[in-house]
């Protein structure tokens, strides 16, 4: 049986797993990386040691198969990210150790790399990061997930968010704007994107 439910610590192994093999736009990333959960100790993983209640797993049989991960706070949550997470994480990876290039040495720069947030992004209080196992995907899983997120962003009283996206995952833009998003920037790599969580889940209505 397939459901969705709030995230646990205990689900981590299972999300650094789906991270590694989706992180490459909706691609296999682990042979990409010297660590297979290089990507998840970044994109992943601290979401849930942050704020388990804006974090949900798409479970089958109880084990995940994708998630949505984020924060109503990204102001606090990068501060966070900074003083907290990354310092455990930052050993793990010595510079002097850094790859060259590829998805590798973009990683080891991310994580050593004070996180910020773009001013152009200021008033968007919400981001996620949402990945599903190819199975689970074009199948409504992904708005369902979706759904829940501004759910727990309407109860936060939070009614903007916004996600930062690579121009080559054309299938995640193409997902995001069926959704509702709307182009915030564009740079050279990457769109700024965001809606209006009240607007978006009245559109959405009941989510079957």
Known sequence: MITIRNATLGDSPYI???CARTALDGQDAR???SDANKVGHYFAVPYLHYDLTSCFVLADKGLPKGYILGTTNTDQYTMWLNDKWLKQITPLYPKEAEP???FDAFLNTMIHTKASVDERLKGYDAHFHI???EPYQNAGWGKKLIHCFLEQCQKQIVNKLCLVVSRTNVKALGFYEHVGFKVIFKDENVFGIG???NECLKSMGRVQ
């Open 131 to 133: 990945d599903l196992l």
């Open 31 to 33: 042979g990409a990386m």
């Open 195 to 197: 809606l209006e969580v």
């Open 16 to 18: 650094y797993d789906i």
């Open 100 to 102: 060259v290039d590829g």
